[in-house]
């Protein structure tokens, strides 16, 4: 019979959390599996599935293509939560959630403009509908160039938006202060007519 991993429970308390360490994946090296095929395993109690090696899986650089299942279950009212891919390098990520009976299909990664993006954000952001009181099986199918690292969070909707007003403040801090230090290096050439401030600047403005 098939191994399946315990769901990872979503109640009131949950606002951000890390749910690498809890998926199960299967690397295709053949790169022809489709959900069918892993759905049609899964019905005939093929094992396929290994748990992730660490709390942020890494593979390394891999030619194949890496399937991922999460099982989750919504203890809460909201059917809305937000489930988040940080390493920002991941070439391609297909997306499959339970939709009545079916699966609906999101498509993103870095193969894709950000503006094709469900949430614009550094990493990947879906916004996933979760029935209450019911296990839920969540895939994805993952290919990059890059290294197959899987990082995933799943957050409420209001914790998501927090992270991300969070995240804008401190790159706001940071890309002010280069601001500061390429004006002031400036200043400095013009007042002094030093290369090595104008070479500083350009060095800055690359950057």
Known sequence: MAWSAEPIILNQNTQNISISKQIQFFADNSLEY????????????????????????????????????????????????????????????????????????????DSFAVSQRYI????????????????????????????????????????????QQNVGFWFGMYYGAVLIILLYNSYLYFALNDKNHFYYVIVLFCY
């Open 34 to 109: 489709q959900l069918n095929d892993i759905l049609r395993d899964e019905q005939r109690s093929k094992n396929i599935w290994q748990s992730a090696n660490s709390f942020i899986p890494n593979y390394g650089f891999t030619n194949a293509a890496y399937w991922v299942k999460i099982v989750l279950n919504n203890k809460t009212e909201s059917p809305d939560w937000i489930l988040y891919f940080e390493y920002p390098l991941m070439d391609h990520i297909e997306l499959y959630v339970p939709d009545n009976g079916q699966y609906k299909k999101y498509y993103s990664g």
């Open 120 to 163: 614009r954000d550094r990493g990947f952001a879906f916004p996933v509908k979760l029935e209450s009181q019911k296990n839920q099986a969540i895939y994805m199918r993952l290919q990059s160039r890059d290294s197959m690292i899987i990082a995933l969070d799943i957050l409420s909707p209001d914790a998501f938006r927090a992270e």
